[in-house]
C-alpha cells in the first residue's frame, strides 16, 4: 500500500500549518503524561508532527516512509524504515509513544512482537504511550480508513502491554476525538482547552490513552 498517498488523500482538505499547530499542544502534554522524559522514540513518526514538537532532549523518529527533507526537525535522529526491522539501542529510550498505528497491523502477533521490541529498547523504569481509535466508541466510521485492519479497544491494550512486560499504569477509554477531519478546525487554542478538561474527553473522545511503565 502507498501510504504516502494515502495520506496525502486522507488529509487532503487539512491544513498542514494547523495540524501541526495543534500538535503543539498535544505533545508537551503527553510528554508531561510520561514523567518529562529525555530520550524520546516515535516509531510510526510521519510527518514528524509529535517527535518534531516534543520538548525532550533526544528524539528519535521511526517511519517506513522517506519525507521530504526538513519533515523533521534538524535535531531529530531520523531512522526510514519498517519499525519490525529498525536497528535500535538497547535498554535507551525513557518514553515511547505510539499513535494510531497498531491498528494498522496485519495480527495480534505482529502487535505483541512490536511492543517486545519497544520494550527491549527502553530503559528500567521508561514509559510508554498508546493512543489509538476506541471502537467501542467509534464503530460507525473506524473501517473509513483504508489501513484499518485489527479492532482494539483500550481494554484490549492494556491487556497487550502488560502481556510484553510492562506495568499498566493508566487506562483512559475516551481522551482526542477520532480525528482532524471533524466539523471544528484544527485550533491549537481550543487543543489546550480541551487538554485541561478531562470531562470533555468523556463527551467527545473517541480515542483511548493506555500508559504503560517498564
Known sequence: MNYQRLYEYRFRDIDQDARTAVWGEIAPFIHEQLGAPQRVLDPAAGRGEFINAVPARERWAVDQVAYDEGTYDAGVTSVVSDIFTAELPAGHFEGVWVSNFLEHLLAQEAVATFLEKMRASMASGGR?????PNFRYCAKEYFDMADHTLIFTHRAIAEHLYAAGFEVERVVPRFLPYSFTG??????????RYLQMPSAWRALGKQFLVIGRC
Open 128 to 132: 510508554i504511550a498508546v493512543m489509538g
Open 183 to 192: 466539523k471544528l478546525p484544527p485550533s491549537p487554542a481550543l487543543t489546550r
